[in-house]
T-cell receptor, first 112, second 114 residues
Framework: KNQVEQSPQSLIILEGKNCTLQ??????????LRWYKQDTGRGPVSLTI?????NTKSNGRYTATLDADTKQSSLHITASQLSDSASYIC???????????FGTGTRLTIIP | KAGVTQTPRYLIKTRGQQVTLSCSPI?????VSWYQQTPGQGLQFLFEYFSETQRNKGNFPGRFSGRQFSNSRSEMNVSTLELGDSALYLC?????????????FGPGTRLTVL
């Protein structure tokens, strides 16, 4: 069964600090992995999308890594800001299906 | 280019009623997907429409239905509402022109069932 697990479930850090969110998946055959940011009560917004051949991709202060061998991805946030407070969702797509498998997300809170 | 829009943004209904939610995709996107999001379950896939045809369907009861119009706008209907249907309903559109097509989400409709 295709699954995506994210850790931690929630995280609280001080403004200005760095943090790393984890995503492990069992989706096969793998096509691509996406990280979304979702502010409370709003729709998710894409941060990065990575295919099998990519192992690092950056979007400003956000850097995603992918290890297709171990089926793990991480999202690193540098110099966190209050506006980074949101849920971060990992989504994996299989190449033999157009259905997406969603993780339940990591709730990140940045405190001043 | 305008993003995905959803109406209404908020809705309060009582048990047993039915509700229709609307989604307008990004111009040129022919695929529209619907998701239910609850705090405990995360995003759950409802169905996907492409060119007015349902292409994929999630594991939801028949009370949940949808359709897509020739202009790619989509509606989702929930009949005989239950308390457990209270959720954020998200619509997402994507291009289908090859590559890892990114889904663009709308702001969602917050449905509360009393």
């Amino acid at each position: 069964k295709n699954q995506v697990e994210q850790s931690p479930q929630s995280l609280i850090i001080l403004e200005g600090k760095n943090c790393t969110l984890q995503c492990n998946y069992t989706v096969s055959p793998f096509s691509n992995l996406r990280w979304y940011k979702q502010d409370t009560g709003r729709g998710p917004v894409s941060l990065t999308i990575m295919t099998f051949s990519e192992n690092t991709k950056s979007n400003g202060r956000y850097t995603a890594t992918l290890d297709a061998d171990t089926k793990q991805s991480s999202l690193h946030i540098t110099a966190s800001q209050l506006s980074d407070s949101a849920s971060y969702i990992c989504v994996v797509s299989a190449s033999n299906s157009e259905k997406l498998t969603f993780g339940t997300g990591t709730r990140l809170t940045i405190i001043p | 280019k305008a993003g995905v829009t959803q109406t209404p943004r908020y809705l309060i209904k009582t048990r047993g009623q039915q509700v229709t939610l609307s989604c307008s995709p990004i111009s040129g996107h022919r695929s529209v997907s619907w998701y239910q999001q609850t705090p405990g379950q995360g995003l759950q896939f409802l169905f996907e429409y492409f060119s007015e045809t349902q292409r994929n369907k999630g594991n939801f009861p028949g009370r949940f239905s949808g359709r897509q119009f020739s202009n790619s706008r989509s509606e989702m209907n929930v009949s005989t509402l239950e308390l457990g249907d209270s959720a954020l309903y998200l619509c997402a559109s994507r291009s289908t022109s090859g590559g890892p097509n990114e889904q663009f989400f709308g702001p969602g409709t917050r449905l509360t069932v009393l």
